[in-house]
């Protein structure tokens, strides 16, 4: 009954269902090779949303990157339990479905990367048998500008999600040059 993309802005998400996981069980979304040749700065930009089941049942999310096509990987990111969790747990046979305000924004570093042709990301979700994780908006950029990046200033785009047209609305408060 409601938009279960990130912050509610869209109805598709990525959803790893952790209750039909065995305990220690993986899901994995694994991406294409990324070209960051042209990036001097590049970040991984993420949304996620996490309940656990009851607390005790501690479900995880790894993000990695390979370099050499995945024989080996790199964790950029590892968060399980109330680390990962956006939602108090729910139990009871409940599953978890994020509303607008139960969602993370995730910004990673890859600088290591940068000038790199061939990065794989993996997003891995490894279940402790707890409830659901989904994932939203995952993207690579070189300085990705976002409301916590300005100092001073406002930043909106809309609509969100867009397939064609999209506004943006800068509000600063002194002048300043803008690209």
Known sequence: TQNI??????DKSIMM???????GGTLSVTTQKLNLSGLTNPKLFFQHAHAQYDGSEP????????????????T????????????TPVGNNTRFFPTATEWKQNSISLSQYAGNAGVV???????GYGN?????????????????ELTGA??????NPASDVARIALNLNDNRQVS
Request: with cysteine; charged share 15%; glycine share 8%.
């Open 154 to 159: 406002a930043l909106s785009v809309f609509p």
């Open 76 to 87: 950029l990111f590892d968060k399980t339990g109330n680390q990962l969790a956006t939602h």
């Open 121 to 127: 990301l993996k997003f891995e979700g490894i279940s």
């Open 5 to 10: 993309g990130g912050f509610a802005q869209s």
């Open 17 to 23: 269902d952790f209750y039909l996981v065995a305990a």
């Open 59 to 74: 479900d995880q999310l790894k993000v990695s990157a390979s370099t050499d096509c995945g024989a080996t990987w790199t």
């Open 132 to 148: 659901s994780l989904f994932l939203d908006n995952i993207w690579v950029s070189n300085n990705a500008l976002g409301n916590e």
